[in-house]
């Protein structure tokens, strides 16, 4: 069965990096793009970037645009996501997803950017 399972997230000052991955099992990872999501407190599931399958083509939400990057290691399973400049408003539990027939969804991991 599909599994994505995210880690990196912690506490983060203002202008700090982190660096997410997102372990894929269960599925053809190299055939797939893959998504990164996330979900602040009260606000709705937005999208943050994707990358196709052979990772030659990414795109990005404008909120995210030159500080954050995703790549993936398709002989690990892996996705990531480098997120640079962290702002206070990147805070959010943050997903990978693939789209298959469904959506299949991680259990996410918490980004908190505070002094």
């Known amino acids: 069965q599909v599994q994505l399972v995210e880690s990196g997230g912690g506490l983060v000052q203002p202008g700090g990096s982190l660096r997410l991955s997102c372990a894929a099992s269960?599925?053809?990872?190299?055939?797939?793009?893959m998504s990164w999501y996330r979900q602040a407190p009260g606000k709705e599931r937005e999208f943050v970037a994707l990358i196709i399958n052979t990772g030659g083509s990414t795109n990005y939400a404008d909120s995210v645009k030159g500080r954050f990057t995703i790549s993936r290691d398709n002989a690990k399973n892996m996705v990531y996501l480098q997120m640079n400049n962290l702002k206070p408003e990147d805070t959010a539990v943050y997903f990978c997803?693939?789209?298959?027939?469904?959506?299949?969804w991680g259990q996410g991991t918490q980004v908190t950017v505070s002094s």
């Open positions: 269960g599925f053809t990872f190299s055939s797939y793009s």
């Open positions: 997803k693939v789209r298959k027939i469904y959506d299949y």
